[in-house]
């Protein structure tokens, strides 16, 4: 498959009165065309911020890029100016956010919201902007689009607000959608369509999707790809197969573990990975995740851990599976996974 995307070594930190926080430390990945890649991991790991450096919307004032390249068709993001940039935004790379009350504008109508890309990207007649913008909204299934066009945020329920934010996305016919956590404010019924609909856009459009998110339940619907991510590092990536039926971290075990099943009439309460994340102002020398760990060695306090292949995508970053490691015995037993 072609690769559409490849982010290398990815540094970004923010400065805050508290000192620099090292959000993301040397994440590498990649997206191929038509694909959906799911960036899973918990509240602070540094998903979003991944996903805000490929649009370049760190704040100038706090945040910067320290090192990586992100190469979108073979050209460096970081290399373009502002001006260019802009330009790709919302036409070959877009990014739907979590909530859409924030996102858009409550004061302009639907209509003028989706024409303004349309009419900015292509240059086209606001006629032309128009037939477009109802032909979009038909696509994310919201009824008679010409009278919806003329309406405001607040005559759309909390699911026709993410539709409409997912047709802005893609009415300039990007290669990548980014999607930040599309679901986490919808009900669950909601979430189940508007999931539905990504899928649907993706067979009919073939636009490549990553998907950030802390639900494993969106991830086993959505990706073809996943990426566990733990304290600003990437720590597992495979196929959605490899993580769900052969996952190696346990970080990522602990993730799986924690998910409510159908099946489990136990009673017991749900499974929560104990501890929290390291504080990023001075991350751990060793694995970040060893404060947490049922499986620490006396080497994961210490060095931090290389990527091991497990299969031809699948990898992961834990002595567990280091070579070097191979016959060294845990220093604690596992509880439960
Ligand atoms: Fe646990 Fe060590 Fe693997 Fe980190 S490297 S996840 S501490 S076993």
Redesign the pocket.
Known sequence: MEKLLQVENLHVTFKTHGGEIQAVRGVSFSLDKGETLAIVGESGCGKSVTARSIMRLIPEHTGRIREGRILFEGRDLLALTEKEMRELRGSAISMIFQDAMTSLNPTISIGEQIMEGIIRHQKVSRAAAREQAVEMLHLVGIANPERRLKQYLHEFSGGMRQRIMIAIALVCRPSILIADEPTTALDVTIQAQILELFKTIQRRTGVSIIMITHDMGVVAKMANKVCVMYAGKVVEAGTVRDIFYNPQ???TKGLLYSMPRLDDDSHEPLYSIPGTPPDLFSPPKG?A??AR?D???EV?RHHQ?EFSCIQSQHQVA???QDPRAKHVFPLRTATGM
Do not use: G, V
């Open positions: 971290h346990p970080y694995c995740f060893a760990c499986y620490a060695l994961c851990p834990c002595w567990l």
